[in-house]
C-alpha cells in the first residue's frame, strides 16, 4: 500500500500502525476529554474520580458562561449538563446549532421522570439523556458506547483515535465521534464514506494522499476494485463543502491534498 508523505519514516509508521491495533483493542487506554457541569455535590466528585480512573480527562467548570468559553478555546469529546443549572438551556441551544464553531458530544443529566421530558430535552440538542442522581458507571458506558462507534470507524488510522480529536480549521470543523462536519456556520451532510474520506485528508492536512491509499484506507478492500470510487467521493464532497477554491486539491497523477486557504 503506497502511504502519503507523513513527517515519520516508513518504519516509525509500521509501528503506529501496530500500535493502533493494539489501543482498539484495549479501549480503556483511550483518552477522552469531558467538561462538566453540574452542582456541587458529593455525588459529581464521585464521578469525576470514576472517569479519570477509566482515563477519562474531566474539566470541572460551574457556569454555563464559563463553560461556553471552554468550549470555544478547546475541543472537548463530550460535555456533561447538569439541567438545573441556570442558562443549561442557552448551553444546549449552542451545541444544537453549532454556534462559536463548538461541537462536542451533549450528555444532559436531570431528573427526567418522565419519557415526554427525556424527549424534549433530546428536540433540544441533547445527544443522550441520563438520569441524576449521575450513576459513574452509567455515564461511563454512554462514554463507551459512543466510543465504541469511533474506534469501528478509525481503523484506518495510523495513529490511532487517541491522537485524532476534533479537526478545527479556519471554517471547517470534523468531530470523528458524531460524525458532524459544520462548514462556515452550517451542518454538513456526508455519507460515511465521504466523512472518513474528509476525516483522512484532514488527519494529513498538507500531504497528498494516493487514491490508492484512500480506497485501501477506507473502503479496505484491494484498490483493483476502486473503479471511480474516490473521484466521485471526492467530487461529492467538494459540492457539499461548496467553497472555491475547495478544501481538497487535486495533484495530478499523485493524488489529494487538504488545504486550509
Not at 140 to 150: D, L, M, S
Request: proline share 5%; with cysteine.
Amino acid at each position: 500500500m503506497r502511504m502519503p508523505p507523513l513527517p515519520a519514516d516508513s518504519i516509525h509508521a509500521r509501528a503506529c500502525k501496530l500500535k493502533c491495533e493494539k489501543i482498539l483493542t484495549r479501549p480503556s487506554l483511550v483518552t477522552y476529554d469531558l467538561l462538566m457541569l453540574t452542582l456541587e455535590d458529593p455525588q459529581a466528585e464521585e464521578v469525576e474520580r470514576h472517569l479519570t480512573s477509566k482515563q477519562i480527562k474531566v474539566v470541572r467548570e460551574k457556569t454555563v458562561k464559563g463553560a461556553v468559553q471552554h468550549l470555544r478555546d478547546n475541543s472537548y469529546h463530550f460535555t456533561l449538563l447538569d439541567q438545573r443549572l441556570e442558562g443549561a438551556d442557552f448551553l444546549i441551544d449552542i451545541v444544537h446549532h453549532g454556534y462559536y464553531r463548538i461541537c462536542t458530544y451533549l450528555i444532559v443529566a436531570g431528573e427526567f421522570q418522565h419519557a415526554e421530558e427525556r424527549a424534549t430535552a433530546l428536540r433540544s440538542g441533547a445527544d443522550v439523556c441520563i438520569c441524576t442522581p449521575l450513576s459513574p458507571d452509567e455515564l461511563y458506558e454512554q462514554i463507551c458506547a459512543v466510543t465504541r462507534r469511533e474506534h469501528c470507524q478509525m481503523r484506518h488510522s495510523l495513529a490511532g483515535p487517541s491522537a485524532l480529536p476534533i479537526l478545527k480549521f479556519t471554517d471547517l470543523l470534523i468531530d470523528p465521534i458524531r460524525n458532524t462536519v459544520i462548514c462556515s456556520g452550517r451542518k454538513i451532510h456526508c455519507t460515511p464514506k465521504e466523512f472518513d474520506v474528509l476525516y483522512l485528508l484532514a488527519t494529513y492536512a498538507g500531504h497528498i494522499c494516493s487514491a490508492q491509499y484512500i480506497y485501501e484506507a477506507v473502503w479496505r478492500t484491494p484498490f483493483i476494485y476502486s473503479g471511480t470510487s474516490v473521484s466521485d467521493c471526492i467530487s461529492s464532497l467538494r459540492k457539499r463543502l461548496g467553497r472555491k477554491p475547495g478544501y481538497i486539491e487535486t495533484v495530478y497523477g499523485r493524488g489529494y491534498r487538504f488545504i486550509d486557504a
